[in-house]
Structures are given as structure tokens and as C-alpha cells.
């Protein structure tokens, strides 16, 4: 495994205390407010559509380090990733592309440009909360966001200050270990953590994996006129694979590194009363590259006349917003403008194993984004209504419109109903619209288009213990970009809007209140994802009919948990994963397999040893991962990890 970076070591020395954690006080619920589906933030019972919020103090009853973990649990989303820790991790929400799912770390979009991002480095050190909004969201966060929105919030200082620490460790080499400090006085609020995580992987060789996190957030003058928040993300990240693109474990050199550093300042002031203004900034920087050495003429790698491949890419986003919200008769309106700026740059580089690598090809790209949107919030006795409205004009390709409306109304009985429909798009990648040594681009694409419309009934029992909801959703996604071949002599392909598809299914949640510390959830969904339409011109294998890859048919989610007042707690959660279809990419042509279904066990525990007020309170810590040890893959012939056990402990120590 690679050492500690030295940008790592700095960030992390003034965190220097009695231990390391990964694990952070409860963390502040807002009330059941919620801010990702909906320019205002808005009160769960008023969305219009399904939004999920994984509170800090869930994400450490469960033990979970990653949000690909996390997310596994959520209703409607699925994630397929290629083997072990670290490995790359694609999220499909409610049936739509891998790329139809924005990301956003404190208001800031991490994902490439395209909406590509992969899943497997993001952790959950220092996280505050994480919002999942299922269905198309592009009226709020503009490109990308089609089929759904996952957003995590860094940790906000609570209470007197105090230092935090967690360590633990066990099977495949694995130990995590974090170190935090956190505080809240009369006019500001902070927190400061790092995070280390390591492991041997679950293969013979090349699979060790490296996730180092340092976050912080500072909230200052907090008072009735107004506040001012930054905050500050930095991941650096090494997974080794051996497996080649069909998973057979070859290579003993392979790997990939990424450097991502996000930034985001969130100011607002209250102009008067009912009228609000909001400052918004950030920027997303992210660094990947991919390394490997053939062997040369001695056969092994390691000899005289080993060549190196490297790949390299950067992309940086920077964001403005400035919106302004006032109050008007049954409810709020709120109108904005954003500034968006992307670059991409990347190179592919060759030459001898230990000397000057040569560039064989590069490519850049940039884009601008103007957009302005309006959005009216109603509410009434028991209705809500939801009007929203935006215009996004990038500078290479056509603006695009986008809305949603919406309604909820509760009924008697501890009824609520509630609907929408909504439109999103996404923008076509830049290798898709200019050219590289392998395409052809295509300025001429339109960006996918999507419109999803969303029915839910939810209805409570035995006075708000328990709550039961049903949704049914269906998405059509149309002018979809597909590669077509090319032809000779060169056979250099181009993109081209070819085919539509249709994704449709219900959820079923059922969740219950915390009552006597114990609480519990089950979830059950049912997806159909098929291609609707294909152009005459497409040249690929699809047919109209064909299921879309790596999509489960059924899934499902249940768990229980329990957090007494002393300190202890322990909590269980079930998946299930039904079949899906994928390539066989082994085999010319790579034909459609299917994947088998699997169901797994997860546990996590904490038991406090040491709880005396004013003094460091200590806990032993345990997590099992996969706890029957089931044999099973989310992605044709890679295997994903088998039992893991995880012991450790906790220690949190007030200043004076």
C-alpha cells in the first residue's frame, strides 16, 4: 500500500488528539427540512416528490464509511460495482443511466463533465447528512440531474468543543482510522477531520486500496440578519485492479489515483422580514489518472524494456448562484440566476517503465452555462403546491427548458397524496462533441431529454408510529447519444441521437419512529427498464424490448436498529438484489447474460466501557460486513467482497 500523502499529513496534524474517528456525535436533523429537492428548503411533508435523508447518527449506528455503501440501501437505486474495495461504482437511479445521477457535495456538482462520476471514492467522514432526490431534478440543479440527486453535507459544529476519535480493524488488512475536532459558540460553528482508510483487497495481488479524507466546515455570523458558511472537502484516493475489462486477474501494476478538492461558500441575508438573499459559490477540482507497465521482451514486468501507458484527466468546475426569496400570498417564490464554468482537460502518454513518458494524445474542452429558473411554493390548509420553471444555456450546444409541477394534499385518516411531473436533460459530454485521435465529434447533438411523471400514496398508523408508502413511477428518456462505428480506413467512430427508452416500476416503504430506542424499515421495488425506440441509423446490438444493463429487476431492503441512552447501539440491515442482465464481455460478441440475485447481512454495534460526564467517553465498536459470506457479483464475472469483520473503539473528549 502507497504512504500517507504528504498533503494528507499536513491536513491532518492539527488534529493531533487522544485517538481517531471516523464515527461524529449525532449530527443536527433540521427539523425534517430539506433542501436538495426544492430551491427553499421545504418541510418533508411538502415534497412533491420521494426524497431519502441518512442522518450522521444512522450512517454511524450502521458502521458505513462509503456513500456507494449507503446508497445500496436506498429504495429505486442500484449500484453495480466492478469487484473489490475501491473498485469503480456506477449508480442507477430508478432505471436511468449511470451518468443521469448528479452528485453534489455541499452544494457543489463533482461530476465529470457528461455527468459520469464514479461512486467508489466519496466517504462519509465528517458527513452531516446525505439527501437522495429519486426522479428528474433538472428544474433545481440544471444538467445531469435526470434521474435523481445525491447530495452530502459536511458536518456542522454542535455543542462545547471537543476532539473525537476512531480506529478499528480486521479482515483483507482492513483499518480505518479518523481524528476530529468540532465546536459551536455564540456567533460561529466549526469542525475539523481526517480520515484514513486501507485495505488489502479481496484478491491474491495489485488490489490494495487507499481513501484519505479531510474535511471541515466554519459557520459565522449566525444571527437573525443573516450567516455565512464555508466549507471544504479533499480526497485523495489509490485503488490497485488486476482484473482486465473482463474481470480476469492479469496485471500486477495496474492502478488508479484521484486528488478531488471542493470548495463552497453559502452566504445569506435577510433583507426583511419574508425576503431573503442567497450567495452561492464553489469549485470542484479533480485529478484522475490510471497507470500501467507491459512487459517487454524478458516477459516480466520489472525487466529491461518495460514501456508505461498513463492516462491522465482534469476537470474543473467552478459555480456561481445568486437567488432571492420572498414571501407572497399562501406561500414563497423564489427566482435565480447561475454561473457555471467546466473544463476538461486529459492525455495519454507512453515511454520506458522508469524514464520520460511522450504524449500520443490530448484533448481539452470548455463550457459555459448561463441559467436562470423561478419556483413558487404553495401551501394552503392541506394542499401544496409546487410551480417551477428554468433555462439553461450552455455555450456549445442548444438551451434547454426544463420544469416541474406538483401537488401534495394530506386527507383524513393520516393520509397524503401526492404527484408530479418534471422534465430534465443532460448534457453530451465534450469527447462527444469535439474530436479526439479516436472520434469524430459531433457539434450537432441535442442533450438527452427525459420526463418523468410521479404518483405516491402514503398513509401513517397507530398515531405517527409507523408510516407506509406506495410510488409509482415512469420515466421516458429520449435522444439518447450512442456511438456508431465507423468505416474504413480508418474506422473512426462519431456520437449521434439515435434511441429512446422507457423506465417504469413501484416502491413500497415502510418505515417506523424511534420508540423504546429502537426503530425499523423495509423497502421493496420493482423496475422495468427497456429500449422504447432506435433510430433506423443505429448500428449497436440493442433491440427494441431489450432490458437496459445492470438494472435489478426487484430489489429489496429491510432493517432495524436500536440507540439506548447510554450509549450503545446495534443495528441490521438486509438487501436483496435481484437478477439483472449484463454483457458477457469473454465471449465475441459479448452476449446478454443474466446475473444471478443475492441477499446479504450487514451488522454494526457500539457498546460504551466508559461514560462519565466531563470526562473521555470510550466505546468497543464492531461491524460485520456480508455476514454469511455470500458468493455473489454486481457486475458479470467480478466478485464482490466476502465477509468483512470490524473491531475497534471510540473515543470522544471534551476541552475545557
Given at each position: 500500500?502507497?504512504?500517507?500523502?504528504?498533503?494528507?499529513?499536513?491536513?491532518?496534524?492539527?488534529?493531533?488528539?487522544?485517538?481517531?474517528?471516523?464515527?461524529?456525535?449525532?449530527?443536527?436533523?433540521?427539523?425534517?427540512?430539506?433542501?436538495?429537492?426544492?430551491?427553499?428548503?421545504?418541510?418533508?411533508?411538502?415534497?412533491?416528490?420521494?426524497?431519502?435523508?441518512?442522518?450522521?447518527?444512522?450512517?454511524?449506528?450502521?458502521?458505513?464509511?462509503?456513500?456507494?455503501?449507503?446508497?445500496?440501501?436506498?429504495?429505486?437505486?442500484?449500484?453495480?460495482?466492478?469487484?473489490?474495495?475501491?473498485?469503480?461504482?456506477?449508480?442507477?437511479?430508478?432505471?436511468?443511466?449511470?451518468?443521469?445521477?448528479?452528485?453534489?457535495?455541499?452544494?457543489?456538482?463533482?461530476?465529470?463533465?457528461?455527468?459520469?462520476?464514479?461512486?467508489?471514492?466519496?466517504?462519509?467522514?465528517?458527513?452531516?447528512?446525505?439527501?437522495?432526490?429519486?426522479?428528474?431534478?433538472?428544474?433545481?440543479?440544471?444538467?445531469?440531474?435526470?434521474?435523481?440527486?445525491?447530495?452530502?453535507?459536511?458536518?456542522?459544529?454542535?455543542?462545547?468543543?471537543?476532539?473525537?476519535?476512531?480506529?478499528?480493524?480486521?479482515?483483507?488488512?482492513?483499518?480505518?482510522?479518523?481524528?476530529?475536532?468540532?465546536?459551536?459558540?455564540?456567533?460561529?460553528?466549526?469542525?475539523?477531520?481526517?480520515?484514513?482508510?486501507?485495505?488489502?483487497?479481496?484478491?491474491?495481488?495489485?488490489?490494495?486500496?487507499?481513501?484519505?479524507?479531510?474535511?471541515?466546515?466554519?459557520?459565522?455570523?449566525?444571527?437573525?440578519?443573516?450567516?455565512?458558511?464555508?466549507?471544504?472537502?479533499?480526497?485523495?484516493?489509490?485503488?490497485?485492479?488486476?482484473?482486465?475489462?473482463?474481470?480476469?486477474?492479469?496485471?500486477?501494476?495496474?492502478?488508479?489515483?484521484?486528488?478531488?478538492?471542493?470548495?463552497?461558500?453559502?452566504?445569506?441575508?435577510?433583507?426583511?422580514?419574508?425576503?431573503?438573499?442567497?450567495?452561492?459559490?464553489?469549485?470542484?477540482?479533480?485529478?484522475?489518472?490510471?497507470?500501467?507497465?507491459?512487459?517487454?521482451?524478458?516477459?516480466?514486468?520489472?525487466?529491461?524494456?518495460?514501456?508505461?501507458?498513463?492516462?491522465?484527466?482534469?476537470?474543473?468546475?467552478?459555480?456561481?448562484?445568486?437567488?432571492?426569496?420572498?414571501?407572497?400570498?399562501?406561500?414563497?417564490?423564489?427566482?435565480?440566476?447561475?454561473?457555471?464554468?467546466?473544463?476538461?482537460?486529459?492525455?495519454?502518454?507512453?515511454?520506458?517503465?522508469?524514464?520520460?513518458?511522450?504524449?500520443?494524445?490530448?484533448?481539452?474542452?470548455?463550457?459555459?452555462?448561463?441559467?436562470?429558473?423561478?419556483?413558487?411554493?404553495?401551501?394552503?390548509?392541506?394542499?401544496?403546491?409546487?410551480?417551477?420553471?428554468?433555462?439553461?444555456?450552455?455555450?456549445?450546444?442548444?438551451?434547454?427548458?426544463?420544469?416541474?409541477?406538483?401537488?401534495?394534499?394530506?386527507?383524513?385518516?393520516?393520509?397524503?397524496?401526492?404527484?408530479?411531473?418534471?422534465?430534465?436533460?443532460?448534457?453530451?459530454?465534450?469527447?462527444?462533441?469535439?474530436?479526439?485521435?479516436?472520434?469524430?465529434?459531433?457539434?450537432?447533438?441535442?442533450?438527452?431529454?427525459?420526463?418523468?411523471?410521479?404518483?405516491?400514496?402514503?398513509?401513517?398508523?397507530?398515531?405517527?408510529?409507523?408510516?407506509?408508502?406506495?410510488?409509482?413511477?415512469?420515466?421516458?428518456?429520449?435522444?439518447?447519444?450512442?456511438?456508431?462505428?465507423?468505416?474504413?480506413?480508418?474506422?473512426?467512430?462519431?456520437?449521434?441521437?439515435?434511441?429512446?427508452?422507457?423506465?417504469?416500476?413501484?416502491?413500497?416503504?415502510?418505515?417506523?419512529?424511534?420508540?423504546?430506542?429502537?426503530?425499523?424499515?423495509?423497502?421493496?421495488?420493482v423496475l422495468k427498464a427497456v429500449v422504447r425506440d432506435i433510430s433506423p441509423s443505429y448500428q449497436g446490438a440493442a433491440q427494441v424490448g431489450d432490458e437496459l444493463l445492470r438494472r435489478p429487476?426487484?430489489?429489496?431492503?429491510?432493517?432495524?436498529?436500536?440507540?439506548?441512552?447510554?450509549?450503545?447501539?446495534?443495528?441490521?440491515?438486509?438487501?436483496?438484489?435481484?437478477?439483472?442482465?449484463?454483457?458477457?464481455?469473454?465471449?465475441?460478441?459479448?452476449?446478454?447474460?443474466?446475473?444471478?440475485?443475492?441477499?446479504?447481512?450487514?451488522?454494526?454495534?457500539?457498546?460504551?466501557?466508559?461514560?462519565?460526564?466531563?470526562?473521555?467517553?470510550?466505546?468497543?465498536?464492531?461491524?460485520?460486513?456480508?455476514?454469511?459470506?455470500?458468493?455473489?457479483?454486481?457486475?458479470?464475472?467480478?466478485?464482490?467482497?466476502?465477509?468483512?469483520?470490524?473491531?475497534?473503539?471510540?473515543?470522544?473528549?471534551?476541552?475545557?
Amino acid at each position: 500500500m502507497r504512504s500517507i500523502s504528504p498533503i494528507f499529513a499536513l491536513l491532518l496534524a492539527p488534529l493531533a488528539g487522544p485517538g481517531l474517528s471516523a464515527q461524529q456525535p449525532d449530527t443536527v436533523v433540521l427539523g425534517g427540512v430539506v433542501i436538495s429537492a426544492t430551491k427553499s428548503p421545504v418541510s418533508s411533508d411538502a415534497l412533491t416528490q420521494s426524497v431519502t435523508v441518512i442522518t450522521g447518527d444512522e450512517l454511524r449506528a450502521r458502521g458505513v464509511t462509503s456513500v456507494a455503501e449507503v446508497l445500496r440501501s436506498v429504495p429505486g437505486v442500484a449500484v453495480a460495482g466492478t469487484g473489490s474495495y475501491g473498485s469503480l461504482a456506477s449508480v442507477f437511479v430508478r432505471g436511468g443511466e449511470s451518468r443521469y445521477t448528479k452528485f453534489l457535495v455541499d452544494g457543489v456538482p463533482v461530476n465529470a463533465v457528461g455527468g459520469l462520476f464514479d461512486a467508489a471514492h466519496l466517504s462519509t467522514a465528517n458527513v452531516e447528512r446525505i439527501e437522495i432526490v429519486r426522479g428528474s431534478s433538472s428544474v433545481v440543479h440544471g444538467a445531469d440531474a435526470v434521474s435523481g440527486v445525491v447530495q452530502i453535507f459536511t458536518r456542522q459544529g454542535s455543542g462545547p468543543v471537543r476532539l473525537s476519535g476512531d480506529l478499528r480493524g480486521g479482515t483483507y488488512g482492513t483499518l480505518e482510522g479518523a481524528a476530529g475536532v468540532s465546536g459551536n459558540g455564540s456567533r460561529a460553528a466549526f469542525t475539523l477531520h481526517g480520515a484514513r482508510n486501507t485495505t488489502d483487497g479481496i484478491l491474491a495481488f495489485n488490489n490494495d486500496y487507499l481513501n484519505e479524507t479531510a474535511s471541515g466546515s466554519l459557520s459565522l455570523l449566525r444571527g437573525e440578519a443573516g450567516t455565512l458558511s464555508l466549507a471544504a472537502r479533499a480526497t485523495h484516493a489509490v485503488a490497485e485492479y488486476p482484473t482486465d475489462f473482463i474481470g480476469n486477474i492479469v496485471d500486477s501494476n495496474s492502478f488508479r489515483d484521484q486528488r478531488r478538492l471542493t470548495l463552497s461558500i453559502d452566504g445569506v441575508r435577510r433583507i426583511r422580514p419574508g425576503v431573503e438573499l442567497r450567495l452561492l459559490g464553489g469549485i470542484n477540482d479533480a485529478t484522475d489518472f490510471s497507470d500501467d507497465i507491459t512487459a517487454g521482451a524478458a516477459g516480466a514486468a520489472g525487466a529491461a524494456g518495460d514501456t508505461r501507458d498513463r492516462y491522465t484527466s482534469r476537470n474543473v468546475r467552478h459555480r456561481g448562484e445568486a437567488r432571492i426569496s420572498l414571501g407572497v400570498p399562501a406561500g414563497r417564490l423564489t427566482a435565480g440566476a447561475e454561473y457555471q464554468r467546466e473544463r476538461e482537460r486529459s492525455r495519454s502518454e507512453a515511454g520506458p517503465a522508469d524514464g520520460e513518458l511522450d504524449p500520443y494524445s490530448r484533448f481539452g474542452g470548455l463550457r459555459t452555462t448561463r441559467a436562470a429558473y423561478g419556483e413558487y411554493l404553495a401551501s394552503a390548509n392541506r394542499l401544496t403546491l409546487n410551480a417551477s420553471a428554468r433555462v439553461d444555456a450552455p455555450s456549445d450546444f442548444d438551451r434547454a427548458a426544463t420544469y416541474r409541477l406538483g401537488s401534495a394534499v394530506r386527507v383524513a385518516g393520516g393520509t397524503r397524496l401526492r404527484g408530479s411531473v418534471s422534465t430534465s436533460f443532460n448534457a453530451p459530454a465534450f469527447f462527444y462533441l469535439f474530436d479526439t485521435d479516436f472520434t469524430t465529434g459531433n457539434p450537432d447533438l441535442d442533450p438527452e431529454r427525459s420526463r418523468t411523471v410521479e404518483a405516491s400514496v402514503e398513509q401513517s398508523f397507530f398515531g405517527g408510529f409507523a408510516t407506509a408508502t406506495a410510488t409509482y413511477f415512469d420515466q421516458r428518456f429520449r435522444q439518447l447519444i450512442e456511438y456508431v462505428p465507423g468505416s474504413a480506413p480508418d474506422f473512426v467512430g462519431t456520437y449521434a441521437n439515435l434511441n429512446a427508452a422507457v423506465s417504469r416500476g413501484h416502491e413500497l416503504e415502510v418505515a417506523t419512529a424511534r420508540r423504546g430506542g429502537w426503530a425499523a424499515h423495509a423497502s421493496y421495488t420493482v423496475l422495468k427498464a427497456v429500449v422504447r425506440d432506435i433510430s433506423p441509423s443505429y448500428q449497436g446490438a440493442a433491440q427494441v424490448g431489450d432490458e437496459l444493463l445492470r438494472r435489478p429487476r426487484r430489489s429489496a431492503t429491510a432493517g432495524a436498529s436500536f440507540a439506548g441512552s447510554s450509549g450503545a447501539s446495534v443495528s441490521l440491515t438486509a438487501r436483496h438484489v435481484g437478477k439483472r442482465p449484463d454483457f458477457d464481455f469473454s465471449t465475441f460478441p459479448s452476449p446478454r447474460v443474466t446475473v444471478p440475485s443475492f441477499t446479504t447481512l450487514d451488522l454494526a454495534s457500539s457498546v460504551p466501557v466508559l461514560t462519565r460526564a466531563g470526562r473521555p467517553n470510550v466505546a468497543l465498536t464492531l461491524r460485520i460486513d456480508n455476514a454469511f459470506d455470500k458468493h455473489y457479483q454486481e457486475v458479470f464475472n467480478f466478485d464482490a467482497p466476502g465477509r468483512r469483520i470490524l473491531v475497534g473503539g471510540r473515543i470522544e473528549a471534551p476541552l475545557r
